[in-house]
């Protein structure tokens, strides 16, 4: 098994695109159609109906139907064959979690289950833990939660306060704490908590709810997802057997992060479906709703804001499969029956950290502009429950605070690239100096020719090459979060302003030509969105970091090198809009 020809986490900015490919999901095989096609289903069928009813807190109702789900096998996704599980890949992961994003509240509750409730489990447990409680949660006989938030950690949940101390027989562990917003906590069997042992060695217990001393608090009343249950899990004195302890004493924050990571890619999986629901509730109102005697589909205005939703759907969508994508090349080279698979599993899942990270916030924020944008498009009935727009967008907003606030993700991600240049696992600091003298010779802006998307591969190379440019003449003036920030709001528009060029152009030889002219269209939308957030987030960093003379050439730099040419925007985005009016939904 080689990792060889693998793409490392961050290499892409590194890179130059033309030439490279990545799963997309026009890749998806006939079996994983038909798992999407089978998701779709029980969300028509047995979740919207009910909808309404599960937004009232019926728990009982809630969990009927994540036992339905169960049958039908969709918890299995992630579970290892051995213990009775479908182990597929990560897109196939994905796909089913986009298909369950509409449903919002039961989207959250199945993937509390499925995602950071089983995985610590799936990830680090022994055998012994893994018969004992896996089948009972993949059944959905048990529920499952995860609690790592306290009252006074969230995002800096190393400082917890919660307590685990050996008893003198040696036989358990005694936990005393409180976790705060925990998501499934009325009703979850299986817990798995996160402390302190002696005060000191952050690690994992699995808790069961049976166990004596651990009580639910009130339910929080929550802005949106009225239909999950978010309470404090309160510990005290509760008695955990010392075989319920998860993965090593003081090795807690691997399964706390590494867990959190895919959590990250399921939750970008989960609003891109949302974000695709939002659109459509957008659209269909705007073809039906007249004033000044025309359908609002027709006025520029809407037009705009319809092809502007599109375009980001599109880079979303592309980012999230290609991130997977990622996930699942290098999760195959690994071999099932090596005993420290798991190991090895983790390590391959945290090479892609921080493009877990950017899924993370580029989905969230997109659904969030979808979201906001669905209900611009639908007036004053927007803000009247009678209308979906309305859960859904109450139901966004705590998307960029959980799985680590957006902020967090956003530093994280220039962070974790720098740490990989220092410790060699990418050769970054060569490439600034190639670029810095590159640029001191004459001019660094590649210029596009007449190939497929030319000019926007073209504006991309120059782009990734500003980046490197800007790193090197900030120099050791990187510790600000405010530059920090920005670094990361560039590589985050590099990445999605990629993965959508790569993508249009592995397809564009297999599609119609009407599908052609809309692949044109989206590719242009989206590389001007792309460079005009660069351009911000690039300004903003010179302008914090760099000083004087250099300032004034720097700014003028990132003028002339992010001029892109959109030739046709305006028409593009006349197309998109009408291509969306025709098909009443997402038209990729
Ligand atoms: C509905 C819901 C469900 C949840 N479900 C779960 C669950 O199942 N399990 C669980 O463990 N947790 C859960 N959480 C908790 C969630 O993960 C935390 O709310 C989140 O991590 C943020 O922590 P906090 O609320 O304490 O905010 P804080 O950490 O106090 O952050 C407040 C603000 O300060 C910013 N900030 C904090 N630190 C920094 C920093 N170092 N640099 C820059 N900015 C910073 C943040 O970005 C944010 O904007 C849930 C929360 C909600 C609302």
Redesign the pocket.
Known sequence: MTNEGLVKGGEFLLREAVGRTQFTPEDFTSEQRQIAETTEAFVDNEIFPDLEQMEEQDFPLLIEKLRSCAKLGLFLVDIPEKFGGLELDKSTSMLVAEKLGPTGSFAITSS?QTG?GSLPLVYYGTAQQKQKYLEKLTSGEWIA?????EPD????PLSSRTTATLTEDGSSYLLNGV??????AAFADLFTVFAKIDGQHFSAFLVERSMAGLSIGNEEK?MG?KG?S?AQVVLANVRVPVENLLGEVGKGHKIAFNVLNIGRLKLAATVTGAAKAAFAEAVNYAVERKQFGQTLASFGAIREKLADMLGDLFAAESLLYRTSGLLDERIETLDRDDDNYYEHYQKAIEEYAGECAIAKVFCSNTLAHVADEALQIHGGYGYIRDYPVERIYRDER?NR????????NR?LIPGLLLRRADSGALDLWSLVKAVQGKFQSGDIKDVGDNTLFGTELSQLATQKKLFLLLLGALGENRSE?EILLALGDMIISLFALESSILRTSKIFSTVSERQKRLLQAVVKVTTFTGVDRFQSAAMRCATYGVHGANLVALQKTITSLCAYPAIGLLKAKQQLAEAAAESGSYPF
């Open positions: 509390g950071i939660s995860y609690c790592l938030t950690c969230g995002s800096d976790k705060q917003f925990i998501t499934n929550k997802l999950t978010t705590v605070i959980f799985e680590g606030t957006n902020e967090i530093l979060q």
